[in-house]
C-alpha cells in the first residue's frame, strides 16, 4: 500500500487527517497488527480512542481489519491511555491499540500499538508493523474475530480510588483544553470527595483553545490565573489522551514537570527506600539531586514514553517521570503512564504530608528554568541538524559533562553544567527540536538563553514559523 512512510515514529504512529491518514489506511493497520499479535500468539485485543474528531471513524476501521485476521476485539470507545493500559490487565487482554496524537495539534491524529500487558511497540516493532502494510503482508484468520463494546470505566475509577487512603476534599480545579480528560476526570474526583472547578471541560475536537499540551506556557498561564480567581488548592490540566499532566500550586505558580518528578520520587522513596528512580534527559538536575538526597538510585535514560518505560523495567525501577508530564508508579500501580493516577497520587501526597503544593515544591533544590521549548525543523533534516549541534556544543563547553550516549540522550545531547545544565534533542514525534535549560542564577540562566538563540538563529535549518514556548529565548 502506498503510505507516507513518515507517520511510523520512534514509538507510535502520527501524520495529518486526510492527507498521511484515512480509514483505509487504518484497516490496513489493523491487518497488520493483527498479523504482528498472531505471529507472537497473541489472538485477543482491546482498542480505545480518543476525542479528536477522526478517532471514532479510525478505530472502527482499525477495528475492521484486526478482526479479519481473526483477532477477538473488545471496543472499550472513548476514554483515557491510562484506561487503555489498566484494561489490557482488568481484561486480561495483552493486545490492542489506542486511537491518538497524543499532544500534537487537532489537524493530526494516529495510534499507540500494544503487544503486552503496559506495553507499546517501539522503533524495531513499529518498522515491522510498516512494513507489513508497505508488502500487504497480512495473515487471514479462518474466521472473522468477534467485536463487542464494554465500558470500563467505573471499574477502573473505583480501582484507583481505593489504593488511597490519605485524600482530603479540597478544592480543585480541572482544566482539560476541551479534550478527552474533561469528560471523565471531573466526576470521577468528585466521587471521591473534592470538590471540582471545571473550566474547558467541553469536547471540542477542534481544540479551540489551542493543542492540548500541559508543557506549554500559554496553558500553563492560563490556568494560573484560573487557580487564583477560584481559589483552589491546586489546578490540573491534561493532554489529548489524559497520560500526561500539567500542575499550578494555589498561588498560581507555574510547576513543571520534571518538578513533580522531584517530589513524587520523594513520595515513592518513603514507601520503597533505597529504589532506582528512572527520568528522562531534559529533567532538570534538582531531580537527581532529591533522589540521591532521599537514598534513591537515579537513572537518567532517553527521551520518549517508550524508552523511559522500557528502561525503567530493565532497571526494576519504583517510579519513573518525564519532564513532558508522563508518570509510571511502577511498584504501586503498573509499569506504564497514567494521567487520573498520577492525579490521585498527587493529592494523596499533599494530604499524607499536609502540606500545600507551594510548601512541598520549596522543599526541592531551586533552579531557574525554562520550560520545553520546540523549534521547528523538517523530518528530513532534524537529525542531521542535531548532529551540527552537538559538535558545536560540545566545542563551546569543553568543561560541561556530555552527555550524548543512546541509552541516555539517544537523539541529542545534554550538557552539564557546574550550576545548571541544557539540552537539545530532535523530537520523535514531530518536525521539530526541543531545548531545556536552566541555572541555579538568574545570571548563569541569561548567559544560557542568549547562547542558545544566536546558536539556533545561526542555521536555517530551523523554521521559526513553528515553535512552543519560544519567547523563553527572548
Not at 9 to 14: L, T, V
Not at 256 to 285: E, Q, R
Not at 296 to 301: Q, R
Request: charged content about 20%; glycine content about 10%; hydrophobic content about 35%.
Amino acid at each position: 500500500m502506498q503510505v507516507n512512510q513518515s507517520i511510523f515514529r520512534g514509538y507510535d504512529i502520527r501524520g495529518i487527517v486526510g492527507q498521511d491518514l484515512s480509514p483505509e489506511l487504518y484497516e490496513h493497520i489493523g491487518r497488520a497488527h493483527g498479523t504482528f499479535l498472531k505471529n507472537r500468539g497473541i489472538t485477543e485485543a482491546i482498542v480505545g480512542y480518543d476525542c479528536r474528531a477522526t478517532s471514532k471513524e479510525y478505530s472502527e476501521a482499525f477495528i475492521k481489519g484486526l478482526t479479519w485476521t481473526g483477532i477477538d476485539v473488545v471496543n472499550i470507545g472513548l476514554t483515557m491511555v491510562g484506561t487503555f493500559y489498566w484494561a489490557q490487565y482488568f481484561l486480561n487482554r495483552k493486545g490492542g491499540a489506542f486511537i491518538t496524537a497524543s499532544h500534537n495539534p487537532g489537524e493530526y491524529n494516529g495510534m499507540k500499538l500494544a503487544s503486552d500487558f503496559s506495553e507499546t511497540l517501539v522503533s524495531e516493532g513499529i518498522q515491522e508493523i510498516k512494513n507489513l502494510v508497505l508488502n500487504e503482508n497480512y495473515s487471514q484468520g479462518d474466521k472473522v474475530g468477534n467485536s463487542t463494546i464494554q465500558d470500563v470505566n467505573s471499574a477502573y475509577f473505583a480501582d484507583i480510588l481505593k489504593r488511597f487512603t490519605n485524600l482530603k476534599p479540597i478544592k480543585v480545579l480541572i482544566d482539560a483544553n476541551c479534550a478527552t480528560a474533561g469528560a471523565i476526570v471531573p466526576n470521577a474526583l468528585r466521587g471521591a470527595g473534592f470538590e471540582v472547578v471545571e473550566k474547558n471541560c467541553n469536547i471540542d475536537p477542534t481544540f479551540p483553545l489551542g493543542t492540548p499540551d500541559p508543557t506549554e506556557s500559554v496553558v500553563a498561564k492560563r490556568i494560573a490565573q484560573e487557580v487564583i480567581e477560584s481559589g483552589a488548592a491546586v489546578g490540573f490540566t491534561y493532554d489529548a489522551d489524559g497520560d500526561r499532566i500539567g500542575i499550578i500550586d494555589e498561588k498560581g505558580g507555574i510547576i513543571w514537570n520534571d518538578v513533580l518528578v522531584a517530589l513524587m520520587s520523594a513520595d515513592v522513596l518513603a514507601y520503597h527506600p533505597g529504589s532506582v528512580i528512572t527520568f528522562n534527559t531534559l529533567c532538570s538536575k534538582l531531580v537527581e539531586e532529591t533522589i540521591t538526597r532521599n537514598g534513591g538510585k537515579p537513572n537518567m535514560v532517553r527521551t520518549g514514553h517508550s524508552f523511559v518505560k522500557k528502561y525503567n523495567k530493565e532497571a526494576g525501577g519504583a517510579f519513573a517521570g518525564e519532564l513532558s508530564g508522563h508518570f509510571f508508579f511502577s511498584a504501586d500501580f503498573y509499569n506504564h503512564d497514567d494521567g487520573f493516577y498520577s492525579t490521585v497520587r498527587l493529592l494523596d501526597y499533599l494530604g499524607r504530608t499536609n502540606q500545600t503544593l507551594s510548601q512541598a515544591v520549596a522543599s526541592l533544590p531551586q533552579y531557574i528554568s525554562s520550560p520545553e521549548i520546540k523549534v521547528g525543523c523538517a523530518d528530513d533534516k532534524k537529525v542531521s541538524l542535531m548532529d551540527k549541534i552537538s559538535e558545536v556544543l560540545k566545542k563551546d563547553y569543553p568543561q560541561a559533562e556530555i552527555i550524548s550516549d543512546e541509552r541516555r540522550a539517544g537523539d541529542g545531547v545534554r550538557l552539564n553544567l557546574v550550576d545548571g545544565m541544557f539540552v537539545v534533542r530532535y523530537s520523535q514525534n514531530g518536525p521539530y527540536l526541543t531545548i531545556k535549560f536552566e541555572s541555579n542564577n538568574q545570571s548563569g540562566y541569561d548567559q544560557l538563553k542568549v547562547y542558545i538563540n544566536k546558536l539556533l538563529h545561526s542555521y536555517p535549518e530551523i523554521d521559526w514559523g513553528y515553535g512552543v514556548n519560544v519567547e523563553s529565548l527572548e
